[in-house]
């Protein structure tokens, strides 16, 4: 059973950074995609960042340039460094991942940009 848990969301100032982190417990050995969405209420969730295991990114063209995805295959971890925040940025941030038996997602980190 994986299980995916999300950290580093919080208060930044419009212009700041952060670093969201997203790691993989259980069985993490069956994950092959990992990436980053987000969702506001009673929004859809759309995607932020995606990552497959050999390195190839896909970024959501609101934040194309703005942020930067990673990750850590033995770790089965993934990264979203976030630069040049904006107050639209402000969202929940949900981990996802790709496995061959299904789709996991995290609960959620709240990022937050001030004006």
């Known amino acids: 059973q994986v299980r995916l848990v999300e950290s580093g969301g919080g208060l930044v100032q419009a212009g700041g950074s952060l670093r969201l982190s997203c790691e993989a417990s259980?069985?993490?050995?069956?994950?092959?995609?990992m990436g980053w969405y987000r969702q506001a209420s009673g929004e859809q969730r759309e995607l932020v960042a995606y990552?497959?295991?050999?390195?190839?990114?896909r970024y959501g063209d609101s934040v194309q340039g703005r942020f930067t995805i990673s990750r850590d295959n033995r770790k089965s971890a993934v990264y979203l460094q976030m630069n040049s925040l904006k107050p639209e940025d402000t969202d929940i941030y949900f981990c996802?991942?790709?496995?061959?038996?299904?789709?996991?997602w995290g609960q959620g980190t709240q990022v937050t940009v001030s004006s």
């Open positions: 259980g069985n993490r050995f069956s994950i092959t995609n």
């Open positions: 990552i497959i295991s050999n390195g190839i990114t």
């Open positions: 996802h991942a790709r496995t061959p038996y299904g789709e996991l």
